[in-house]
């Protein structure tokens, strides 16, 4: 039996539904024995596990701490959701008046050790996977925790929306419709539902970043342009899920 | 047309028939079941980028191809059991079936592919030794992102096939037989030798087919030097794909893209081991035990260009990876120009010289 520990930082808990799911698989509770699941077990503490999902990003210097110290106790730490990897939707607010302290609610921290700018889990501690999603997709956990098992990784897939679009031989809404679609600079895994719905893909798997620079970006949002999104639209679009990669290839301005 | 299916249908023993089959939105290869399912009023209007169905009698060819069903998006090779044993190697009889209604260019593809996969790759080669007969529409206007005359591949065909039509316009069908298969269907349909009126007509609109093709390579052989000459420098192929976002739509579309990755799927009680669709612009290719052989987009970018013009003719014996059909520059959500590309390394290597 392998212990697991399921961790969540400053995320929507949309992923730990799809974890949930994976380990009502009969083979997979067989062979894992919960050490820490605050969803599921009553424990507050845990000692040690061998493998722990981290949802979501690191947005308070108490968070940042907290997985300092996990990393020493835990064998393999999976980056959960696309919060972990890029930051997720609460980086918007990077992009806006950030002011913790005005909205009214009682703070645990000084506004002082909240970050404005969420941190990916990487920025903080070393990260052995990563399964990116808004949520991740139970498919993806099932085959990771019975590859992990029996002491394999899946093979790491780069590729975009546009190549599972493709695979399930979908027509294209951008190319025959003019419909905006972010496929084809996000991150592949969700099995192409936007586009199957005859909508655009709105990039919750986060930035394909592999091979792309700020200027390519820029050329894909002049297309995006083009199909009639105003400046502003593009920018938080793509910037939505991932501002994290999106600031490293455009930087923060806004 | 339905006449000619029959025949084929009497004569070959109750076959399939694949083609391009009309559906609710755009037309994808697949079984066609009636010919209603033909896609024969409606027409493509195709730009780079930009790609629509409107009424007509022109339909050449969509993202799909036979590709789809020789070598399909997921092809699972073998299926084991917990302990190891296999279940299924996943190949089975490729059924008997006729293709109906392919391009020129489409047929020219499915040859390239035959040098490289044909008794190597066993789920294609199934499904290839299948097709019993060929039925191809040639093109008497081609599509707005066709260059088939300039890479040899179309508008018409000379062989490798059975019967191949031409439609002089929306009623009338010029037929001619490639092979003994195609002689007795058109016999037992009993036809008139077509009028030289006809002929010539023929003639002239395959012309005029060719010099409408917008897209243009003055020179293969010139290009080809070209490429070779322009290989190793960094800068032009950076430029060449300064726009381009490695989203892969031009490999998975092109119908000469054969490659695949091996993904193991485990289930409960069984694994699958499942070869995949891969795009040489994604970052995965190039992605081996080790490092990254191709890091960079523009070596990828690179590499699809150099493949399609110098490298397949050396897997095929001489046939080009490109059949000029267009897809590439269609499907593109940019809308990159391959041609256009080819022609600034024209342009390029002539300034140097
Ligand atoms: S619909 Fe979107 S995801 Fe699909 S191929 Fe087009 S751009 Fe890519
Ligand atoms: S379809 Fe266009 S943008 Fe996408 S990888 Fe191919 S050339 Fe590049
Ligand atoms: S490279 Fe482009 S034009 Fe040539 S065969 Fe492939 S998809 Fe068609
Ligand atoms: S590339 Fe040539 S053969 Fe193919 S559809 Fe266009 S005109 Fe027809």
Redesign the interface.
Known sequence: MLKLAIVKITSCSGCINEILSALLEDDIRANYTLVYFTELVDSIEFREADLAFVEGSVTTRHQEEALKDLRKRVGFIVATGTCALMGGVQSLRAMGDFKPESRGLPLKQESSEIYREPKPLDQVVKVDYALPGCPINADAVKTFLRKYYLGGLPIAIYETVCSECKRRGLPCVLVTKGIPCLGPITLSGCGAICPSFGRGCYGCYGLQFHGLNGGKVLSFAERLRELGLPDLDYRALISAYSYAKYRDLLGGSH | MKKLMLEFKKLLGDPVFLGYKRGS??P?FDEIRSISELPLEISDVQKP????IVEGFRFRH???SPK?YLLP??QVILTISPSYDAIDSGVSEGRRAVLFGVKPCDLKAIAVLDKILLDKHPVYTAKRRGIVGVVVEECMEPGGTCFCASVNSGPIVESGFDVAYARLDKETLLLKPGSDIGRQVLKSMGLERASSEYTELYKQMVGRAIDSMKRKLPDLERAQRALRGLASSQEFWEEIS????????CN??CPTCFCT?F??????NHAERVA????CL???YG?VAGGHFRK??YM?YRHYTLHKFLYYPLQTGGLLGCVGCGRCI??C???LDLIENLSRVLKVKNVEA
Do not use: A, F
């Open positions: 939105t755009i994808v980028g930009k790609y629509e969509s993202h799909s789809w998006p997921e300064k726009k381009c976002i490695g989203c892969g739509n998975y579309v990755e993904i193991d799927r485990v289930g409960e995949t669709w891969i795009g994604t970052y995965t992605l960079q987009l990828r269609t499907w959500p940019i809308g």
